[in-house]
Structure formats: structure tokens, C-alpha cells
């Protein structure tokens, strides 16, 4: 976790919605189930996902600058292998520049490379590095 992320439980007390990158349709899949739990905790998901249109009974972005920039999004939630965590760093950079917001970028275990954590440091992005949003949800 860099020095500009809040501790985990308190931007889960703050946020209200939750993007998902690499949300899956697939039930069996930790972004599918991730993405359920955080509907059932009162969260609004949005599932990201260039291949679907619609996950969980919710609308499906293909990407994270698709997403109407009138919706604040609070955390974007990495579900892809790492080597696209720095990818996924870069779009929300340029969110933050299109719509003025700056979303904590949470990367699920293992999903975090030293990349895209210096360049979420660079572009003043909050970053958590490796957690299970669904534990931190449930340590709250």
C-alpha cells in the first residue's frame, strides 16, 4: 500500500460504488462471486468487461472509460493477471482526468505488479496492493 491509500476498511466505509475490472459472467469465477458480494453488501457494482453486455443483472462496460461520467465510481477493483495491472492504471488516469475523480485502485491478490503501483504513485492514484476485498469487507 503506498502512502496515499487510507486504510482498506475506511474506503470501504466510504465508497458506495465499485467497479470491477475483469468481471466474470462466470459463477464460478472470484470476480463473479466478489462482484455478487459486493451487490449483496449494499454496493453499486459496475462489472467491466469488454466480451459481456451485461453481469449479475447489471450493466457491462467494456472498459473503464466507457462508464457514464456522471457515475462517481469509487474503487476500481482489479481482477486481471498482473501483467495488465499497469494497463488498468493507465485507463484509470485517464478517468481522473476526464471526470476530475480519483478512485482508489484495489488490486485482489496476486493482481499488483511494482509497475503499476509507481504508476498509480506518479499519477497520485491511491493504490492497495494484494487484498481480498471481500476480507476486508468482512474484518469491517
Known amino acids: 500500500m503506498n502512502t496515499m491509500t487510507p486504510n482498506p476498511q475506511d474506503i470501504l466505509r466510504k465508497a458506495k460504488t465499485v467497479a470491477v475490472i475483469g468481471c466474470s459472467p462466470d459463477p464460478y469465477r472470484t470476480s463473479n462471486y466478489a462482484a455478487k458480494y459486493l451487490l449483496k453488501k449494499g454496493y453499486t457494482m459496475i462489472p467491466v468487461n469488454p466480451n459481456e453486455k451485461e ?4 450493466r457491462c462496460y467494456p472498459d473503464l472509460n466507457s462508464i457514464p461520467e456522471e457515475i462517481q465510481v469509487d474503487v476500481v477493483n482489479v481482477f486481471r493477471r498482473s501483467v495488465h495491472t499497469e494497463g ?53
Not at 453481469?55 to 447489471?58: K, P, T, V
Not at 493504490?127 to 469487507?137: G, K, P, T, W
Open 55 to 58: 453481469i449479475l443483472g447489471e
Open 88 to 140: 488498468v492504471v493507465k485507463e484509470v488516469e485517464q478517468w481522473k482526468q476526464k471526470t476530475g475523480q480519483n478512485p482508489v485502485i484495489w488490486t485482489q491478490l496476486d493482481v499488483s505488479s511494482p509497475q503499476a503501483e509507481l504508476k498509480a504513485e506518479e499519477a497520485e492514484l491511491p493504490y492497495v496492493r494484494n487484498l481480498c476485498i471481500m476480507v476486508e469487507m468482512d474484518r469491517m
